[in-house]
């Protein structure tokens, strides 16, 4: 990612993290909308997850001018969602959720440069989790 892809999407997330709530609310909704078949995956009562959401793409998006740095966090969450049942094509409704609740939480800030920063932001973090998942011995 470029320099100005990260302030892109760092600035983007501050706007976004006043109203986490609804944001967490939104990318749930989005999710299962898209991927009902990934719903089963989640605890009945989303609250606690809901925050881990927010609260993990906080760190990330605080962190990508160091992703070397934060490469093996990224990792190590690659593996660890194996446990929980994700395979590597539940990484596309993700993508496309994310980018629909920061359409509609930012609206007219939502503009084509924030948008593709994002997406390279989440290609980049999701290539690494995928990558660290498909590493893993056969279980």
């Known amino acids: 990612m470029t320099p100005q892809?990260?302030?892109?999407v760092t600035d983007?997330?501050?706007?976004v993290l006043p109203i986490a709530g609804v944001t967490?609310?939104?990318?749930y909704d989005h999710l299962f909308e898209i991927?009902?078949?990934?719903?089963?995956?989640?605890?009945?009562?989303?609250?606690?997850?809901?925050k881990k959401f927010i609260a993990t793409l906080a760190m990330l998006i605080s962190n990508l001018h160091e992703f070397g740095k934060i490469a093996p966090v990224v990792a190590n969450l690659g593996t660890r969602h194996v446990a929980y049942g994700i395979v590597?094509?539940?990484?596309?409704?993700?993508?496309?959720?994310?980018l629909k609740v920061l359409e509609d939480c930012l609206g007219v800030d939502f503009t084509p440069p924030v948008k593709a920063a994002w997406t390279?932001?989440?290609?980049?973090?999701a290539g690494v989790m995928k990558r660290a998942?498909?590493?893993?011995?056969?279980g």
């Open 35 to 50: 991927a009902p078949e990934v719903r089963p995956l989640f605890p009945d009562d989303l609250v606690e997850q809901k």
């Open 120 to 125: 390279e932001a989440y290609m980049s973090l």
């Open 5 to 8: 892809q990260i302030k892109l």
């Open 88 to 98: 590597a094509k539940h990484y596309e409704p993700f993508g496309i959720a994310l």
């Open 133 to 138: 998942a498909a590493n893993l011995p056969p």
């Open 24 to 27: 967490a609310d939104l990318f």
């Open 12 to 15: 983007s997330f501050m706007k």
